[in-house]
């Protein structure tokens, strides 16, 4: 079977990757038994592809995975796209629109997006049957969607009774091919997570590996089936080999991965490789969520920690790696032996653990970092922003700045109230002003639709907006702009506070990435909470840096990740040796 395959496979106008006699990934899909489907056709015209992909949701939180509509998959076949000359002529471009819409590629589209928001294997099995026995050409797109519906689970291994998706969607893998509509990271990451739900993370790294065969690029999304298939079955050096393929591709893990990983290793007592994921985790995570804050409680009371580490070190490399790294870890492995005393304690509000008394250190941002920071932040807000608009507030800024405090005023405006309130947005306008050490304004950031129009031309809110613009305090943002980008960008380039109750966490602030701006974030983020008790609370940025942190003598204090710490009071982890050194 597989020697009539690879003849098929050279007869392709694919890339010479994919016909290769030796490719494993095809080795595999074909061992995988056929479902006997007397709908398929054995081969069809080979046809043009668009390069898309299949946009998922959640992947961080391992919800299920949904289709998302508003990318812009090309899925209708050319013939649908250019009708002939003497129909089109005829029609106007809604009409034609409207046709394109109604064409059966457009249809089997929607209705296998409607069978992966609501689960539904069957429904989609059904409409591809439908659409080969039809004759319908499908689309890498199409595929892509039945792929991901096949690979449905609830997270365990099922059998192929239980989802006649599993015994179907190798066939369906197999048919894409041999309809020469060539995969994209979004189809080989599909084949993976069958491979994951048949029980068989092997196949899914194969399937990852098999990527560079085709040039592309794997996602953090296609190694997970891997890694955690391999972490779920206590296979600990395959996933350590497909941690390694991810830092070869460059791909960055997250905290669903460091977890598996130290999982993993704790099950198998490496004590090495938990010391190097704790370590990962402060880099890249910082603040750990309750299943992870949880896990590594457990790894500190076990035996296996109590065995790990050091009697002697030298106490001068010691210094020079807390040094070096900036301040907050060394790197030198476990310091101490003996039995760990772990106790969940708080810091107050100097940064000293309320357990073991010891003063958290504030961890430098390195000033070039700001630099290449603010640059790109202002690449990112000119490809996103009307480039002039956003150059033009770039020397406006030249002009009237450095400011002590920028403020975004939409957000302030709004705390706590049912509309927005000029006078509340004053009083922290004030508050910053007083506090100032010049004395001077802070920078108020408003859309240009809060400044003309409604409350703004109340006589008291326009002579206070006035008050600021004559200062050079207030800048409006255009029509259609985010001002996001403003208020940011303003605050990073005068290396001031920022005050807004904005957690910054959406798409935006997203592609800042996960290694500076957090950092940054904390040192200079500044909040607020109105209360009839308290009036107008400042909340300042914390004197020690929220992160995981490694002393010189061997203690750890790992912080848990809250959704607001103005209302709630942020748990750390004390972990420390029994016997002192």
């Given at each position: 079977m597989y020697n009539r395959f690879r003849v098929m496979l050279r007869a392709t106008c694919f890339t010479p990757s994919l016909s290769r006699a030796c490719c494993p990934l095809f080795a595999l899909i074909l061992s995988t038994p056929s479902v006997p489907n007397p709908h398929l056709r054995s081969s069809s015209p080979y046809r043009g592809y668009h390069h898309s992909s299949l946009h998922v949701k959640g992947t961080r939180e391992r919800r299920r995975i949904l289709v998302d509509h508003n990318r812009h998959l090309c899925t209708i076949p050319e013939a649908a796209k250019h009708p002939p000359a003497s129909t089109s002529e005829n029609l106007s471009r809604k009409a034609r629109k409207k046709a394109i819409q109604q064409s059966?590629?457009?249809?089997?589209?929607?209705?296998?997006?409607?069978?992966?928001?609501?689960?539904?294997?069957?429904?989609?099995?059904?409409?591809?049957?439908?659409?080969?026995?039809?004759?319908?050409?499908?689309?890498?797109?199409?595929y892509n969607v039945l792929l991901y519906v096949c690979s449905l689970t609830d997270g365990e291994p099922e059998s192929s009774s239980a989802n006649p998706g599993l015994s179907r969607g190798f066939d369906i893998f197999k048919q894409m091919i041999v309809d020469k509509v060539v995969p994209n990271e979004a189809t080989f990451t599909n084949g993976a997570r069958l491979a994951v739900a048949k029980d068989d993370p092997e196949m899914a790294f194969d399937m990852v590996k098999q990527m560079k065969a085709f040039g592309i690029q794997p996602r953090l999304r296609s190694y997970g089936p891997a890694l955690f298939g391999f972490c779920r079955k206590g296979d600990a050096e395959k996933a350590y080999e497909v941690d390694a393929h991810m830092v070869e591709s460059e791909v960055v893990p997250e905290e669903p991965e460091l977890t598996a990983l130290l999982k993993?290793?704790?099950?198998?007592?490496?004590?090495?490789?938990?010391?190097?994921?704790?370590?990962r985790l402060r880099d890249l995570v910082r603040q750990v969520s309750k299943p992870t804050f949880d896990a590594i409680e457990e790894w500190f009371k076990s035996k296996a920690a109590a065995e790990a580490g050091v009697e002697k070190w030298d106490v001068k490399k010691i210094r020079d790696g807390v040094v070096s790294g900036g301040g907050g870890w060394h790197g030198q492995g476990w310091l101490g032996t003996g039995k760990w005393n772990v106790t969940r304690?708080?810091?107050?509000?100097?940064g000293v653990c309320k357990c073991c008394k010891e003063k958290l250190v504030c961890i430098d941002i390195n000033p070039v970092e700001t630099e290449n920071f603010a640059a790109s932040l202002t690449r990112l807000a000119c490809q996103k922003e009307v480039k002039a608009s956003f150059n033009q507030f770039q020397e406006w800024l030249e002009r009237h700045g450095p400011f002590d405090a920028v403020i975004d005023g939409a957000n302030m405006g709004l705390v706590n109230q049912r509309s927005f309130s000029f006078f509340q947005l004053n009083n922290v306008v004030q508050r910053f002003q007083q506090i100032s050490p010049s004395k001077r304004l802070p920078l108020v950031i408003l859309h240009r639709s809060r400044v003309v129009g409604g409350p703004a031309t109340y006589p008291k809110n326009r002579a206070l907006l006035e008050r600021w613009k004559n200062a050079g305090a207030l800048y409006a943002t255009p029509p259609g702009s985010n001002d996001d980008w403003y208020w940011l960008y303003a605050a990073v380039s005068c290396k001031c506070l920022l005050v807004t109750n904005d957690e910054m966490r959406d798409h935006l602030f997203q592609l800042l990435g996960t290694s500076f701006f957090p950092r940054w974030k904390e040192?200079?983020?500044?909040?607020?909470?109105?209360?009839?008790?308290?009036?107008?609370?400042?909340h300042m940025p914390p004197t020690?840096?929220?992160?995981?942190?490694?002393?010189?003598?061997?203690?750890?204090?790992?912080?848990?990740?809250?959704?607001d710490d103005l209302q709630t009071s942020r748990q750390w982890l004390c972990a420390r040796r029994s016997k002192s050194h």
């Open positions: 059966p590629e457009s249809m089997l589209k929607q209705k296998l997006d409607m069978c992966s928001r609501n689960g539904n294997v069957v429904e989609a099995l059904r409409l591809y049957d439908e659409a080969k026995r039809n004759g319908l050409q499908l689309s890498q797109y199409h993993v290793s704790m099950d198998t007592k490496n004590a090495d490789k938990v010391y190097e994921t704790l370590q304690t708080e810091m107050d509000e100097d040192k200079h983020q500044v909040r607020i909470s109105v209360s009839r008790e308290e009036g107008l609370k400042l020690y840096s929220i992160i995981i942190q490694e002393s010189e003598d061997g203690r750890w204090h790992v912080p848990m990740s809250i959704e």
